[in-house]
Nanobody, 115 residues
Framework: QVQLVESGGGLVQPGNSLRLSCAAS????????MGWYRQAPGKQREPVAS???????NYADSVKGRFTISRDNAKNTVYLQMNSLKPEDTAVYYC?????????WGQGTQVTVSS
């Protein structure tokens, strides 16, 4: 059974940081493309960042220079370091794992940026 379990969300003030984690089980983690998506209220889910099995990263323009995605294949975990958070970063953040036609999602973790 595949499971992706996100953690690390919460309420933070603008300008502060959070680190999200996504622990995977039931898959050969090292061969999967891993990504973070987010969905704000009333909006569609959008990609935030991704990382290939080889470690190549890609970011949405809105988070470039502020967010960093990384992976630890020994721990079957992908991370999203979020710095200089803005109110518009408020959303539910989802972890995604993809390999060929197989794709899996986590349950999401809420990030709220507010003063």
């Amino acid at each position: 059974q595949v499971q992706l379990v996100e953690s690390g969300g919460g309420l933070v003030q603008p300008g502060n940081s959070l680190r999200l984690s996504c622990a995977a089980s039931g898959i050969t983690f090292s061969i999967y493309h891993m990504g973070w998506y987010r969905q704000a209220p009333g909006k569609q889910r959008e990609p935030v960042a991704s990382i290939t099995p080889g470690g190549t990263t890609n970011y949405a323009d809105s988070v470039k220079g502020r967010f960093t995605i990384s992976r630890d294949n020994a721990k079957n975990t992908v991370y999203l370091q979020m710095n200089s958070l803005k109110p518009e970063d408020t959303a539910v953040y989802y972890c995604n794992a993809q390999f060929l036609s197989a794709t899996y999602w986590g349950q999401g973790t809420q990030v709220t940026v507010s003063s």
